[in-house]
């Protein structure tokens, strides 16, 4: 990738991650796959804004997914972000596994 092309790349990553709650998920997706039930019990949200956001999260390949039955299994599979999220939770004092563990249970 040429520098032009990184630094657009990096900037659309970061204007997707603005949002705290895409931000959350994909903290939490680091550190577990997850269904979308397990992630909006998880950060108590509806499961229409989860499924929102997971929506422009994949648009924009930061997560994949896989059908698993009757649901769909998330991920983290963008790299960048990988490394943004974990370096500035880092930063801030705060262990992805930890908070992931603190709010997210797996959901039968």
């Known amino acids: 990738m040429e520098r032009d092309q990184v ?5 659309e990553v970061l204007k997707v991650l603005g ?8 903290q939490t997706l680091l ?3 997850s269904c979308v039930k397990n992630l909006w019990s998880c ?7 989860v499924s929102q956001h997971l929506s422009v ?16 299994r998330y991920w983290v599979s963008d ?5 943004l999220v974990g370096s500035l ?6 262990d992805c596994r930890e908070a992931a563990a603190d709010c997210c249970k797996e959901v039968g």
């Open 43 to 49: 950060l108590e949200l509806s499961q229409a804004t």
């Open 89 to 94: 939770m880092d930063h801030f004092g705060m």
């Open 19 to 26: 949002h705290p709650v895409r931000l959350q998920i994909v």
């Open 57 to 72: 999260l994949k648009g924009k390949g930061i997560v994949d997914s896989a059908r698993e039955g009757v649901a769909m």
């Open 31 to 33: 550190t577990q796959e």
């Open 79 to 83: 790299e960048i972000s990988k490394l």
């Open 7 to 11: 630094c657009c790349r990096v900037a």
